[in-house]
Protein backbone atom coordinates (compact mmCIF):
# COMPACT_ATOMS: atom_id res chain seq x y z
CA UNK A 1 0.00 0.00 0.00
CA UNK A 2 1.39 3.18 -1.30
CA UNK A 3 2.01 6.08 1.79
CA UNK A 4 1.00 9.29 1.94
CA UNK A 5 4.57 9.67 1.72
CA UNK A 6 5.41 8.13 -1.02
CA UNK A 7 2.42 10.26 -2.88
CA UNK A 8 4.14 13.42 -1.73
CA UNK A 9 7.45 12.08 -3.49
CA UNK A 10 5.92 11.83 -6.36
CA UNK A 11 4.61 15.27 -6.42
CA UNK A 12 7.60 16.71 -5.59
CA UNK A 13 9.43 14.66 -8.08
CA UNK A 14 6.58 15.87 -10.82
CA UNK A 15 7.18 19.41 -9.48
CA UNK A 16 10.90 19.34 -10.54
CA UNK A 17 10.11 17.90 -13.66
CA UNK A 18 7.35 20.45 -14.95
CA UNK A 19 9.96 23.32 -13.98
CA UNK A 20 12.75 21.94 -15.94
CA UNK A 21 14.02 23.92 -19.02
CA UNK A 22 12.91 22.07 -22.23
CA UNK A 23 10.05 19.56 -19.79
CA UNK A 24 7.39 18.75 -22.83
CA UNK A 25 4.49 17.46 -21.09
CA UNK A 26 1.67 15.14 -22.27
CA UNK A 27 -0.88 17.20 -23.43
CA UNK A 28 -4.70 16.08 -22.01
CA UNK A 29 -7.67 18.17 -22.43
CA UNK A 30 -10.66 18.45 -20.31
CA UNK A 31 -14.10 19.30 -21.73
CA UNK A 32 -16.39 22.30 -20.23
CA UNK A 33 -19.61 20.46 -20.40
CA UNK A 34 -17.72 17.64 -17.85
CA UNK A 35 -15.89 20.49 -15.27
CA UNK A 36 -19.52 21.83 -14.57
CA UNK A 37 -20.95 18.62 -13.21
CA UNK A 38 -19.06 15.77 -12.53
CA UNK A 39 -19.01 12.00 -12.24
CA UNK A 40 -19.92 10.50 -8.18
CA UNK A 41 -16.51 10.18 -6.43
CA UNK A 42 -18.34 7.44 -4.67
CA UNK A 43 -20.88 4.28 -6.03
CA UNK A 44 -24.10 5.86 -5.41
CA UNK A 45 -25.42 2.33 -5.41
CA UNK A 46 -28.83 0.52 -6.39
CA UNK A 47 -30.45 3.43 -7.44
CA UNK A 48 -32.72 4.47 -10.56
CA UNK A 49 -30.63 7.60 -11.79
CA UNK A 50 -27.96 9.79 -10.39
CA UNK A 51 -27.75 13.46 -10.40
CA UNK A 52 -25.42 16.17 -9.77
CA UNK A 53 -27.09 19.79 -10.14
CA UNK A 54 -24.66 23.40 -10.21
CA UNK A 55 -27.17 26.30 -10.36
CA UNK A 56 -29.09 26.05 -13.48
CA UNK A 57 -27.37 23.37 -14.42
CA UNK A 58 -27.65 19.54 -13.79
CA UNK A 59 -26.43 16.22 -14.95
CA UNK A 60 -27.79 13.45 -14.65
CA UNK A 61 -26.30 9.74 -14.81
CA UNK A 62 -28.35 5.80 -15.89
CA UNK A 63 -26.71 3.06 -15.44
CA UNK A 64 -26.81 0.70 -18.63
CA UNK A 65 -28.14 -2.89 -18.42
CA UNK A 66 -26.42 -6.44 -18.68
CA UNK A 67 -28.60 -8.45 -20.44
CA UNK A 68 -27.08 -11.46 -19.62
CA UNK A 69 -26.76 -11.00 -15.87
CA UNK A 70 -30.41 -9.24 -15.60
CA UNK A 71 -28.84 -6.33 -13.43
CA UNK A 72 -27.47 -2.74 -14.42
CA UNK A 73 -23.21 -2.28 -15.30
CA UNK A 74 -23.70 0.52 -12.17
CA UNK A 75 -22.61 3.48 -12.22
CA UNK A 76 -18.82 4.94 -13.24
CA UNK A 77 -17.60 6.59 -9.96
CA UNK A 78 -14.15 7.58 -8.62
CA UNK A 79 -11.15 8.47 -10.82
CA UNK A 80 -10.50 5.42 -13.08
CA UNK A 81 -13.89 6.60 -15.32
CA UNK A 82 -12.14 10.31 -15.17
CA UNK A 83 -8.65 9.06 -16.57
CA UNK A 84 -11.02 7.88 -19.50
CA UNK A 85 -12.92 10.62 -20.07
CA UNK A 86 -9.70 12.78 -19.74
CA UNK A 87 -8.00 10.16 -22.62
CA UNK A 88 -11.50 10.05 -24.68
CA UNK A 89 -11.68 13.49 -25.18
CA UNK A 90 -7.46 14.19 -26.07
CA UNK A 91 -8.24 10.68 -28.59
CA UNK A 92 -11.20 12.47 -30.20
CA UNK A 93 -9.63 15.76 -30.66
CA UNK A 94 -6.49 14.31 -32.07
CA UNK A 95 -8.10 11.80 -34.16
CA UNK A 96 -11.34 14.20 -35.09
CA UNK A 97 -13.54 10.24 -35.15
CA UNK A 98 -16.09 9.65 -33.06
CA UNK A 99 -14.46 5.92 -33.33
CA UNK A 100 -11.69 5.27 -31.49
CA UNK A 101 -9.47 2.38 -31.36
CA UNK A 102 -8.47 1.14 -27.82
CA UNK A 103 -6.01 -1.29 -28.65
CA UNK A 104 -5.48 -5.25 -28.71
CA UNK A 105 -3.06 -4.86 -25.66
CA UNK A 106 -4.77 -4.01 -22.37
CA UNK A 107 -1.52 -3.32 -20.43
CA UNK A 108 -0.18 -0.63 -23.04
CA UNK A 109 -3.68 1.03 -22.63
CA UNK A 110 -3.60 0.52 -19.35
CA UNK A 111 0.23 2.30 -18.70
CA UNK A 112 -1.52 5.35 -20.96
CA UNK A 113 -3.73 5.85 -18.17
CA UNK A 114 -1.17 5.80 -15.94
CA UNK A 115 -2.59 2.66 -14.07
CA UNK A 116 -0.55 -0.57 -12.68
CA UNK A 117 -0.41 -3.87 -15.07
CA UNK A 118 1.48 -5.66 -12.70
CA UNK A 119 -0.74 -5.67 -10.08
CA UNK A 120 -2.87 -8.60 -9.68
CA UNK A 121 -5.90 -9.65 -7.19
CA UNK A 122 -9.33 -8.84 -6.77
CA UNK A 123 -8.08 -5.00 -6.66
CA UNK A 124 -5.82 -4.72 -9.57
CA UNK A 125 -6.27 -1.83 -11.61
CA UNK A 126 -7.28 -4.24 -14.33
CA UNK A 127 -9.80 -5.38 -13.35
CA UNK A 128 -10.94 -1.84 -11.78
CA UNK A 129 -10.45 -0.88 -15.37
CA UNK A 130 -12.41 -3.01 -17.19
CA UNK A 131 -15.65 -2.99 -14.78
CA UNK A 132 -15.33 0.85 -15.51
CA UNK A 133 -15.25 0.86 -19.08
CA UNK A 134 -18.42 -0.92 -18.77
CA UNK A 135 -19.97 1.40 -16.35
CA UNK A 136 -18.73 4.69 -18.31
CA UNK A 137 -19.55 3.32 -21.73
CA UNK A 138 -22.80 2.00 -21.22
CA UNK A 139 -23.82 4.54 -19.22
CA UNK A 140 -26.58 7.21 -20.06
CA UNK A 141 -25.78 11.12 -19.46
CA UNK A 142 -28.32 13.60 -19.63
CA UNK A 143 -27.08 17.22 -19.57
CA UNK A 144 -29.79 19.97 -18.35
CA UNK A 145 -30.39 24.08 -17.82
CA UNK A 146 -33.83 25.01 -16.32
CA UNK A 147 -34.79 28.54 -14.88
CA UNK A 148 -38.02 30.42 -14.63
CA UNK A 149 -38.52 30.61 -18.53
CA UNK A 150 -36.65 28.00 -20.12
CA UNK A 151 -35.68 24.42 -19.58
CA UNK A 152 -33.32 22.53 -22.58
CA UNK A 153 -31.69 19.51 -22.75
CA UNK A 154 -29.12 16.88 -24.44
CA UNK A 155 -29.48 13.16 -23.51
CA UNK A 156 -26.74 11.27 -24.73
CA UNK A 157 -25.07 7.72 -24.86
CA UNK A 158 -21.39 7.81 -24.21
CA UNK A 159 -20.66 4.72 -26.39
CA UNK A 160 -23.52 3.43 -28.32
CA UNK A 161 -21.21 0.62 -30.53
CA UNK A 162 -18.17 -0.55 -29.84
CA UNK A 163 -15.90 -4.58 -29.37
CA UNK A 164 -13.98 -4.99 -26.39
CA UNK A 165 -11.30 -8.21 -26.63
CA UNK A 166 -9.05 -7.64 -23.44
CA UNK A 167 -9.71 -10.07 -20.45
CA UNK A 168 -8.09 -8.42 -17.04
CA UNK A 169 -6.48 -12.12 -15.78
CA UNK A 170 -4.27 -11.60 -18.92
CA UNK A 171 -3.15 -7.41 -19.34
CA UNK A 172 0.29 -8.64 -20.99
CA UNK A 173 -1.26 -10.93 -23.61
CA UNK A 174 -2.27 -8.71 -26.95
CA UNK A 175 -5.39 -10.03 -28.33
CA UNK A 176 -5.82 -11.15 -32.26
CA UNK A 177 -8.33 -8.14 -33.41
CA UNK A 178 -8.10 -4.52 -32.17
CA UNK A 179 -10.51 -3.49 -29.42
CA UNK A 180 -12.57 -0.30 -30.01
CA UNK A 181 -15.64 2.05 -29.28
CA UNK A 182 -17.35 4.65 -31.34
CA UNK A 183 -18.83 7.73 -29.37
CA UNK A 184 -22.09 8.82 -29.51
CA UNK A 185 -22.45 11.91 -32.00
CA UNK A 186 -23.86 14.09 -29.36
CA UNK A 187 -21.41 13.05 -26.82
CA UNK A 188 -18.59 13.70 -28.67
CA UNK A 189 -19.89 17.20 -30.05
CA UNK A 190 -19.85 18.03 -26.57
CA UNK A 191 -16.31 16.79 -25.11
CA UNK A 192 -14.72 18.27 -28.03
CA UNK A 193 -16.63 21.93 -28.05
CA UNK A 194 -14.61 23.59 -25.73
CA UNK A 195 -11.30 21.50 -24.34
CA UNK A 196 -9.00 23.64 -22.21
CA UNK A 197 -5.34 21.43 -22.26
CA UNK A 198 -4.13 19.71 -19.28
CA UNK A 199 -0.75 18.20 -18.03
CA UNK A 200 -1.70 14.44 -18.00
CA UNK A 201 1.58 13.68 -15.76
CA UNK A 202 -0.27 15.84 -13.14
CA UNK A 203 -3.53 13.51 -13.65
CA UNK A 204 -2.01 10.74 -13.21
CA UNK A 205 0.18 12.34 -10.12
CA UNK A 206 -3.50 13.38 -8.82
CA UNK A 207 -5.14 10.54 -9.32
CA UNK A 208 -5.61 8.67 -6.27
CA UNK A 209 -8.22 11.69 -5.26
CA UNK A 210 -11.33 12.18 -7.66
CA UNK A 211 -12.07 15.68 -5.34
CA UNK A 212 -8.69 16.95 -7.09
CA UNK A 213 -8.98 15.41 -10.20
CA UNK A 214 -12.07 17.69 -10.35
CA UNK A 215 -10.54 20.52 -9.09
CA UNK A 216 -7.31 20.16 -10.89
CA UNK A 217 -9.66 20.15 -14.08
CA UNK A 218 -12.42 22.85 -12.65
CA UNK A 219 -9.01 25.25 -11.74
CA UNK A 220 -7.59 24.87 -15.06
CA UNK A 221 -10.82 26.05 -16.48
CA UNK A 222 -11.11 29.03 -14.23
CA UNK A 223 -7.65 30.06 -14.88
CA UNK A 224 -8.16 29.70 -18.67
CA UNK A 225 -11.64 31.56 -18.22
CA UNK A 226 -9.79 34.20 -16.16
CA UNK A 227 -6.89 34.75 -18.52
CA UNK A 228 -9.14 35.60 -21.55
CA UNK A 229 -11.26 38.09 -19.60
CA UNK A 230 -8.15 39.81 -17.81
CA UNK A 231 -10.22 39.37 -14.41
CA UNK A 232 -9.62 37.59 -11.13
CA UNK A 233 -12.63 34.91 -10.98
CA UNK A 234 -14.25 34.75 -7.18
CA UNK A 235 -16.50 31.44 -6.65
CA UNK A 236 -17.72 30.71 -3.28
CA UNK A 237 -17.38 27.56 -1.49
CA UNK A 238 -20.88 26.39 -1.65
CA UNK A 239 -21.00 27.23 -5.31
CA UNK A 240 -18.19 24.76 -5.42
CA UNK A 241 -19.45 22.62 -3.12
CA UNK A 242 -22.55 22.00 -5.66
CA UNK A 243 -20.58 21.48 -8.48
CA UNK A 244 -18.49 18.67 -7.27
CA UNK A 245 -19.42 18.07 -3.39
CA UNK A 246 -22.43 16.50 -3.42
CA UNK A 247 -20.68 13.31 -1.60
CA UNK A 248 -19.82 15.84 1.87
CA UNK A 249 -23.02 16.49 3.41
CA UNK A 250 -20.91 19.57 5.30
CA UNK A 251 -19.39 22.43 3.56
CA UNK A 252 -16.66 22.92 6.09
CA UNK A 253 -15.83 19.54 5.64
CA UNK A 254 -15.64 19.57 1.89
CA UNK A 255 -13.59 23.02 2.27
CA UNK A 256 -11.20 21.12 4.38
CA UNK A 257 -10.60 18.27 1.55
CA UNK A 258 -10.91 20.89 -1.17
CA UNK A 259 -8.10 23.05 0.12
CA UNK A 260 -6.04 20.04 1.03
CA UNK A 261 -6.50 18.92 -2.55
CA UNK A 262 -5.14 22.48 -3.98
CA UNK A 263 -2.20 22.19 -2.35
CA UNK A 264 -1.46 18.95 -4.19
CA UNK A 265 -2.72 20.88 -7.44
CA UNK A 266 -0.27 23.82 -6.35
CA UNK A 267 2.63 21.62 -6.18
CA UNK A 268 2.00 20.40 -10.00
CA UNK A 269 0.82 23.27 -11.92
CA UNK A 270 3.58 25.88 -12.30
CA UNK A 271 2.18 29.56 -12.49
CA UNK A 272 -1.23 28.98 -11.08
CA UNK A 273 -2.06 32.45 -9.26
CA UNK A 274 -5.07 31.00 -6.57
CA UNK A 275 -6.21 32.38 -3.12
CA UNK A 276 -7.98 31.26 -0.89
CA UNK A 277 -10.24 34.60 0.04
CA UNK A 278 -13.66 34.85 2.77
CA UNK A 279 -16.29 32.51 1.42
CA UNK A 280 -14.66 30.77 -1.12
CA UNK A 281 -11.65 31.35 -4.00
CA UNK A 282 -10.05 33.78 -6.29
CA UNK A 283 -8.61 32.42 -9.39
CA UNK A 284 -6.53 34.84 -10.73
CA UNK A 285 -5.17 34.99 -14.56
CA UNK A 286 -2.54 32.57 -14.82
CA UNK A 287 -1.17 30.50 -17.52
CA UNK A 288 -3.27 27.22 -18.60
CA UNK A 289 -1.42 23.99 -17.48
CA UNK A 290 0.16 23.66 -20.69
CA UNK A 291 2.08 26.70 -22.32
CA UNK A 292 -1.10 28.09 -24.92
CA UNK A 293 0.64 29.00 -28.08
CA UNK A 294 -1.67 31.56 -28.59
CA UNK A 295 -1.19 35.00 -28.09
CA UNK A 296 -2.14 36.34 -24.29
CA UNK A 297 -4.96 38.65 -23.03
CA UNK A 298 -3.38 42.47 -23.33
CA UNK A 299 -3.91 42.33 -19.45
CA UNK A 300 -2.45 39.12 -18.80
CA UNK A 301 0.50 40.70 -20.41
CA UNK A 302 0.81 43.75 -18.57
CA UNK A 303 1.00 41.79 -15.25
CA UNK A 304 3.47 39.17 -15.97
CA UNK A 305 2.30 35.28 -13.95
CA UNK A 306 4.41 34.63 -10.39
CA UNK A 307 4.78 31.45 -9.64
CA UNK A 308 2.77 31.04 -6.88
CA UNK A 309 2.79 27.29 -5.95
CA UNK A 310 4.41 25.83 -2.90
CA UNK A 311 8.32 25.43 -3.08
CA UNK A 312 10.20 22.50 -3.98
CA UNK A 313 12.94 21.44 -1.15
CA UNK A 314 16.23 22.39 -2.53
CA UNK A 315 17.13 18.35 -0.90
CA UNK A 316 14.54 17.45 -3.97
CA UNK A 317 16.30 18.73 -6.72
CA UNK A 318 19.85 18.56 -5.94
CA UNK A 319 20.14 14.53 -4.28
CA UNK A 320 18.03 13.02 -6.98
CA UNK A 321 17.91 15.45 -10.29
CA UNK A 322 17.89 11.66 -11.99
CA UNK A 323 15.56 9.43 -9.90
CA UNK A 324 13.12 7.49 -11.70
CA UNK A 325 10.04 6.75 -10.11
CA UNK A 326 7.81 4.11 -8.89
CA UNK A 327 5.26 3.86 -11.71
CA UNK A 328 8.50 4.40 -14.51
CA UNK A 329 10.37 1.51 -12.75
CA UNK A 330 7.65 -0.99 -12.93
CA UNK A 331 7.06 -0.04 -16.73
CA UNK A 332 10.38 -1.21 -17.10
CA UNK A 333 10.19 -4.27 -15.45
CA UNK A 334 6.92 -5.00 -17.33
CA UNK A 335 8.90 -4.52 -20.68
CA UNK A 336 11.64 -6.74 -19.36
CA UNK A 337 9.13 -9.54 -18.19
CA UNK A 338 7.17 -9.41 -21.35
CA UNK A 339 10.21 -9.82 -22.93
CA UNK A 340 11.29 -13.25 -21.56
CA UNK A 341 14.60 -11.65 -21.01
CA UNK A 342 16.98 -12.71 -17.79
CA UNK A 343 18.54 -8.55 -17.62
CA UNK A 344 19.20 -7.22 -14.78
CA UNK A 345 17.15 -3.72 -14.46
CA UNK A 346 19.20 -2.27 -11.83
CA UNK A 347 22.64 -3.21 -14.05
CA UNK A 348 20.41 -1.30 -17.11
CA UNK A 349 19.50 1.74 -14.82
CA UNK A 350 23.45 2.12 -14.06
CA UNK A 351 24.19 1.97 -17.49
CA UNK A 352 21.61 4.27 -18.36
CA UNK A 353 22.83 7.20 -16.07
CA UNK A 354 26.42 6.68 -16.71
CA UNK A 355 25.18 7.23 -20.49
CA UNK A 356 23.64 10.51 -19.49
CA UNK A 357 26.51 11.58 -17.56
CA UNK A 358 28.41 11.40 -20.57
CA UNK A 359 25.73 12.62 -23.03
CA UNK A 360 23.84 15.31 -21.23
CA UNK A 361 20.46 14.90 -18.86
CA UNK A 362 17.85 14.00 -20.71
CA UNK A 363 14.36 16.46 -21.20
CA UNK A 364 12.55 14.11 -19.53
CA UNK A 365 14.84 11.02 -17.48
CA UNK A 366 11.87 8.94 -16.89
CA UNK A 367 10.64 8.79 -20.93
CA UNK A 368 14.48 8.35 -22.04
CA UNK A 369 15.13 5.26 -19.19
CA UNK A 370 12.12 3.46 -20.92
CA UNK A 371 13.77 4.14 -24.26
CA UNK A 372 17.11 2.76 -22.68
CA UNK A 373 15.39 -0.38 -22.02
CA UNK A 374 13.46 -0.90 -24.95
CA UNK A 375 16.60 -0.27 -27.26
CA UNK A 376 18.64 -3.08 -24.61
CA UNK A 377 15.85 -5.24 -24.94
CA UNK A 378 15.82 -4.91 -28.41
CA UNK A 379 19.43 -5.83 -28.93
CA UNK A 380 19.52 -8.49 -26.46
CA UNK A 381 16.77 -10.17 -28.86
CA UNK A 382 18.53 -10.19 -32.12
Not at 193 to 199: D, E, G, S
Not at 231 to 237: A, G, L, N, V
Not at 242 to 263: H, L, P, S, T
Not at 313 to 332: D, E, H, Q, S, Y
Request: charged fraction near 25%.
Amino acid sequence: MKTPSHIQNRLLNLAVQVREIGYEPEKAFVSREMVQATLPHKNPGEVPAWSRVNGNYALTIQPGWDTWKKKSYGYPYGTVPRLLIFWLTTEALRTGNRSLELGSHLAEFMRKLGLDPTRGGKRSDAKRLREQMERLFRAKISFEYRDERQQSWLDMQIAPKGMVWWQHDLVEQPTLWESWIELGEEFYKAITAHPVPVNMDALQALKKSPLALDLYAWITHQAFRASNNGKSRRITWRAIHGQMGAEYNDIQNFRRKAIDAIRKIEIVYPGLRLETIEGGLEVKPSPTAIASKTKPHPSAAKKPPVLEAKPVPIAAVAIKPMKIGPKTWANAQALLDESGLKLDLRGIEQEFRDYAAKKGRPKSPSRAFLGFVRKKVKQQSQ
